[in-house]
């Protein structure tokens, strides 16, 4: 029986090719440190000393970058409320204009 991360490293590996097939160029895969990715980044070549994983039929390197969970609340509660700072609205709608 596969594991979890067997089955993430599969799904990783999947999307990697499938975006590449029809003309994407993937770059970094990001997520956090779980022990589930790691596992699976470990089954794709990933270490310490490597942070670039051996995806098949890929021409470049896909590296991986991890993000911590501060970062991503942040995010995540920045995509859902405005910020007021002295008067002047932070908001999502001007990140989602300008790119």
Same mark, same amino acid.
């Given at each position: $029986?596969?594991?979890?991360? &067997?089955?993430?490293?599969?799904?990783?590996?999947?999307c990697i090719q499938k975006l590449s097939n029809? &003309?994407?160029?993937?770059?970094?895969?990001?997520?956090?440190?779980?022990?589930?990715? +790691?596992?699976?980044?470990?089954?794709?070549? =990933?270490s310490e000393s490597n942070p670039v994983l051996?995806?098949?039929?890929? !021409?470049?390197?896909?590296?991986?970058? =991890?993000?911590?969970?501060? $970062?991503?609340?942040?995010?995540?509660? =920045?995509?859902?409320? %405005? +910020? %007021?700072? &002295? &008067?002047?609205?932070? !908001?999502?709608? =001007?990140?989602?204009?300008?790119?």
């Amino acid at each position: $029986m596969e594991t979890g991360s &067997g089955i993430l490293a599969r799904l990783i590996t999947a999307c990697i090719q499938k975006l590449s097939n029809v &003309g994407l160029s993937v770059r970094c895969v990001v997520c956090d440190q779980a022990a589930t990715n +790691i596992s699976a980044l470990e089954q794709l070549g =990933f270490s310490e000393s490597n942070p670039v994983l051996e995806v098949v039929q890929v !021409s470049q390197p896909v590296n991986v970058v =991890f993000v911590p969970h501060l $970062m991503k609340n942040v995010r995540n509660n =920045f995509s859902k409320y %405005d +910020i %007021d700072i &002295g &008067g002047k609205v932070c !908001s999502w709608k =001007f990140v989602r204009r300008t790119s």
